[in-house]
């Protein structure tokens, strides 16, 4: 098992910044991927962006170029860098992991809200 707890969300207003972190509760491996995920109120949660094991990322097209993901496996930790923020973006954001053997791991989200 492997727990998975995100932090640094909140409310900022259109084109401002936020950087959320994801702890895991064991050491990130090099064949583990990691992703962000987001789900708007009413919509289905949709993959943002991923590391996969390989080291390559990949983003939605929405938020390329204004989100970034890293991985600090010394420190057993996921980021994600939004900025340039806006209203649309507005959704419960969650960490996710996937290990050599399929499993799949979740955070318990965090609310991410951007005002117009």
């Known amino acids: 098992q492997v727990q998975l707890v995100e932090s640094g969300g909140g409310l900022v207003q259109t084109g401002g910044s936020l950087r959320l972190s994801c702890a895991a509760s064991r050491t990130i491996v090099a064949s583990d991927t990691v992703a962000w995920y987001r789900q708007a109120a009413g919509q289905q949660r949709e993959l943002v962006a991923t590391?996969?094991?390989?080291?390559?990322?990949n983003y939605e097209d929405a938020v390329r170029g204004r989100f970034s993901i890293s991985r600090d496996n010394t420190r057993n930790m996921v980021y994600f860098q939004m900025n340039n923020l806006k209203p649309e973006d507005t959704a419960v954001y969650y960490c996710y992991l996937r290990n050599l053997f399929k499993n799949e791991y979740w955070g318990q989200g965090t609310q991410v809200t951007v005002s117009s």
């Open positions: 590391i996969e094991s390989g080291g390559n990322t």
